[in-house]
């Protein structure tokens, strides 16, 4: 699965040390991004947070928007690892474990990469490949799989979709929200979120009505 995470830098780096060359210059796209937004961040303050001259940037991305896709490539990685854990215990979790666990991980996914939100603003030639984003998808699928195995794929992929715009949602009001106002909300699409599940899933064990 891991080979789906896949970006095209001009210069494929062929050895390790290249390879963290790329991902020095990714990391200084995350800080960057973070700090100044998408818009204003630019290739020359990419490089100088990486230490880096401008060529070298150059050499493995040809502008802002491939770097800016790599680092949604990265940040989809690890979001796919949380999910894949949260998978394997889904089974033994009842639907209020389940969606708490869901909505933290969340939150704490984006509380912990610093660019995710201002990511939320850049074009849309930005995006991750949809192999990439089909792959979270089919996370999502197979969590809802593991709580119910006769959903079946159709039914686990409505409950995919719907789920997954429920938490982007969330992501936006997030990133609009002052930091002590956030908390509140989460809760709220917490229970958005129970709402919905309680009534397609049948609920079993502890803390389901």
């Given amino acids: 699965m891991q080979s789906s995470f896949s970006w ?25 991004i973070a700090e100044a937004g998408y818009e204003a961040a630019t290739m020359s303050a990419i490089a100088e947070r990486a230490g880096a001259s401008i060529g070298s940037l150059y050499q493995f991305f ?7 896709q790599a680092l949604r490539t990265e940040y989809s990685k690890h979001f796919d690892a949380l999910c894949a854990e949260l998978a394997e215990s ?13 909505i933290d991980m969340t939150v704490g996914f984006v509380d912990s990469h610093p660019a995710f939100l201002a990511l939320l603003d850049a ?9 990439v984003r089909n792959l979270i998808l089919d996370r999502f699928e197979s969590i809802f799989l593991a709580q119910r195995p006769e959903l079946g794929k159709p039914g686990a992929t409505q409950l995919a979709v719907v789920t997954m715009q429920i938490v982007k949602a969330l992501n936006q009001l997030y990133t609009e929200l002052p930091v002590d106002k956030r908390q ?5 699409f917490k229970l958005v979120l129970y709402s919905y599940l309680s009534r397609r899933l049948a609920p079993r064990g502890r803390g389901c009505a």
């Fill in 8 to 32: 095209e830098p001009r210069r494929v780096p062929c050895r390790e040390r290249g390879e963290r060359r790329v991902a020095g210059l990714i990391e200084a796209a995350e800080s960057v």
């Fill in 62 to 68: 040809p502008n802002k928007a491939a770097v800016t």
């Fill in 90 to 102: 889904a089974a033994a979790l009842n639907l209020e474990e389940l969606v708490g666990r869901l």
């Fill in 184 to 188: 509140p909300y989460v809760e709220e």
């Fill in 123 to 131: 074009p849309r030639s930005t995006r991750t490949p949809r192999a």
